[in-house]
T-cell receptor
Framework: KQEVTQIPAALSVPEGENLVLNCSFT??????LQWFRQDPGKGLTSLLL?????REQTSGRLNASLDKSSGRSTLYIAASQPGDSATYLC??????????????FGQGTILTVHP | SAVISQKPSRDICQRGTSLTIQCQVD?????MFWYRQQPGQSLTLIAT?????????ESGFVIDKFPISRPNLTFSTLTVSNMSPEDSSIYLC???????????FGDGTRLSIL
């Protein structure tokens, strides 16, 4: 059974810092990995999708890397801003059969960026 | 990406009643899913909504408790039946436009059972 772990559970940083969020998964046979953010009282916003054949994806100040063989992904946020404050969720889709699209989520990292 | 609308956005219900949640997408999508997010927890997949046939449920979720319909490629409903306080959660609809594309979520339905 796939298990996804995110470290740290919470992170508080001053504005302007570069930061890294970590995600690990137990079964390396994945189809893809997706990073989301969730604002309080809101649904999920997709940030980056990394296919299993890819090593990284970038969008603006966000960069996500994937090391499938070791079961790890990192989300790098450059020059953090108070608007980045949210819960960041990592989720994987297992490869094979009827698993496509079925996301297994980590518990999330609660990020607070203070001015 | 597809625009997803969920209704209602929130509700407070009495124990023993049922509530149907609607998920409407502004374009045809390949796949639709329903997730639950219990208070302070991450998301758990309830089922895959299959167009024109019975949904595929994950372990721990059954059709009698969470009947799902998907009559076409843009619409699905989830019913939470015979509700108890333990069903108080956020219920989220998600879609994949096409294979290989990101999964997108609606804003969720916040359900409280008294």
């Amino acid at each position: 059974k796939q298990e996804v772990t995110q470290i740290p559970a919470a992170l508080s940083v001053p504005e302007g810092e570069n930061l890294v969020l970590n995600c690990s998964f137990t079964d390396s046979a994945i189809y893809n990995l997706q990073w989301f953010r969730q604002d309080p009282g809101k649904g999920l916003t997709s940030l980056l999708l990394i296919q299993s054949s890819q090593r990284e994806q970038t969008s603006g100040r966000l960069n996500a890397s994937l090391d499938k063989s070791s079961g790890r992904s990192t989300l790098y946020i450059a020059a953090s801003q108070p608007g980045d404050s949210a819960t960041y969720l990592c989720a994987v889709t297992n490869a094979g059969g009827t698993s496509y699209g079925k996301l297994t989520f980590g518990q999330g990292t609660i990020l607070t960026v203070h001015p | 990406s597809a625009v997803i609308s969920q209704k209602p956005s929130r509700d407070i219900c009495q124990r023993g009643t049922s509530l149907t949640i609607q998920c409407q997408v502004d374009s045809q999508v390949t796949m639709m899913f329903w997730y639950r997010q219990q208070p302070g927890q991450s998301l758990t997949l309830i089922a895959t909504a299959n167009q024109g046939s019975e949904a595929t449920y994950e372990s721990g979720f059954v059709i009698d408790k969470f009947p799902i319909s998907r009559p076409n490629l843009t619409f699905s409903t989830l019913t939470v039946s015979n509700m108890s306080p333990e069903d108080s959660s956020i219920y989220l609809c998600s879609v994949i436009d096409r294979v290989g594309q990101p999964q997108h979520f609606g804003d969720g339905t916040r359900l409280s059972i008294l």
